[in-house]
């Protein structure tokens, strides 16, 4: 091992913008041997060296020599980079020690640099990045308060809060989501201080736009308008002031995919074939049109290649403008359906007068020339069922690839911003997964209507799903048995301390943090439990927020380094801090490294002298650090 060997790059964090041109440094000390013919080679990943640049000598001293090129990178991707130098004769590397992270001189396989090649130089709100933590609130569900509450629309079914959703069909024959239980901006102004003890960040709100039948709003019959139960924009205003001025920005939900088929715009265009809103949408000769996922014919889509409707979204006073004013981001419904035109419009005429953050729902992962361009960060579904599977079937390899694989193909900005969460709006209920019935392995382990499975059944040679049945279900099995919900807390605690300390930012969904539980929709949109809160749940998040935020210097970028997952506890570090986590229900031994031994410890959860009992957890900073 050779110390004094020296290598920068002149990019910044290990990132560099395509085609832009930058130089690579090398000094080698005297006593390595005579060196020459010394190349920089950088291959993309999963191809051959894609780059080779011979090294000149620049400088040199009585010590050592000093060598440099300049590069540029042509494609976008994950670049891995190493030197080829011939020393006294001989052939040999000087590549990265894992260890030490210093290089070395040898002759054999070992880890290159690395080095991440990205669209632009991507600098999002610094807000987005620093120990943030975000709420997720469904605006119907959460709580009501004002006039808001008191305006009826007709054909709403309001409901009594804390009812159960209705989960059947109505008297036409379908299922709907008309249960309207009135929650509101000024209600969520009035929990503020709720969401700050929580460490909360940022509040991401479901859709607000007038949608006269649906309470989610994901079909929205008017965009210009807020939805009178919801309240107005004056009621937006004094929630993102007071927000602002409690250390939270509001993230905005909004679907620009598709509309409600209620629309003035889509009205006018379906009974009109003469109207300017035509080519708006997919319409037929005939009358029959394009609709979401082929199943929600409440819901057309737009043609997103149509300049007017992109006009109407994101040009001078459109919906995006009208909005940006009161928020701080927005949070962009099936991104992935979305076409890059339509998403760089949005973030464009966003951030015109101050930057706003721009997450994309995304399932999959993003292909890196949408990330600065399209949207800054994902929803990120990735980790959540990695996650769940290290906790349900103790799969190690697929928690620490997919961890890997993420941190490795996005730009360092977008891994600190992207959200990171156990149960959304659109999946199973955190404490429901872990409860364990119906959970899947060969999938996402929430998809549990996805076939095969014991609701789907070939019926005349067809395959039918049986939505009634499998509503039922969820209806009958949603009470969890007080057994199964003490286990399902213990894992649900356990998770989030992992949730809390790996890149990304943490996002909470409303009342998952006082023990609300629940299948798919509409189970896991029910009102929050005022009144029924599991206090020992929430004390827990409340302390591992502080200490979160406590820490954020520590979180603000992509390193993490997996030890192992030996008796299924779990051993990882993020700079200074190492957080080890048991995800058995047994004592197991509680192996701190020796560079820890003196360390401070953060939190402690089931923890003794040297073991750590069942689902228990440590995080620890070392001495005078942070």
Known sequence: MINDIFVSVSTNRDEVEVGKEFEVR??????????SEISVLFNRYGEE???VRKMQKSSESTDSCEFSAKVSLPLLGNYYYFFKVIVDG???AIKISRETGKPFITMGESPYWNLFVIQK????PEWTKSGAIYYQIFVDRFFGEGKAKCIKIEGRNYRNWGDMPDYKRNEEGYFHNNDFFLGNLEGIRKRLKYFKKLGATALYLSPINYSRLRYDRYAVTDYRTIDPNVGDFEDLRKLHDDANKNGMKIVLDIAFNHCGSDNPIFQEAISNPNSKY???????????YRYWYDEFKDMPIFNQKCKEYQEYIFGKNGVVELFADYVDGFRLDVSEELIPEVLEGIRNKANEKRKHIIIGECWHKVPLERLGTCIDAPTNYLFTDALYKLMAFGDFEYFKWQIEDVISNYPEETVCSMLNSLDTHDTVRALTILGGKWMRHDIEIWKIDEPPSPWHKYINGRMIFLTDVFREDEFQYDKLPAKVYREAKKQLKALSVVLYFLPGAPCIFYGSEVGLHGYKDPFNRKCFPWGHLDKDLLKFFRKLGKV???NEEQ???KKIRIYDFDNRVLRFERNNLFIIVNFSNLTQEMRVPEEYLDAEHLFEMGVAENSIKPYGAIVMRKRGEG
């Open 26 to 35: 090398l000094i080698i000390p005297k006593t390595v041997g005579n060196c």
């Open 278 to 288: 035509r080519k708006w949408f997919y319409i037929n000769d005939d009358g029959t």
């Open 49 to 51: 060296p894609t780059v």
């Open 548 to 550: 979160r935020r406590k």
């Open 121 to 124: 130089e991507l600098q999002l």
């Open 555 to 557: 979180l603000c970028n």
């Open 90 to 92: 001989a052939q040999k």
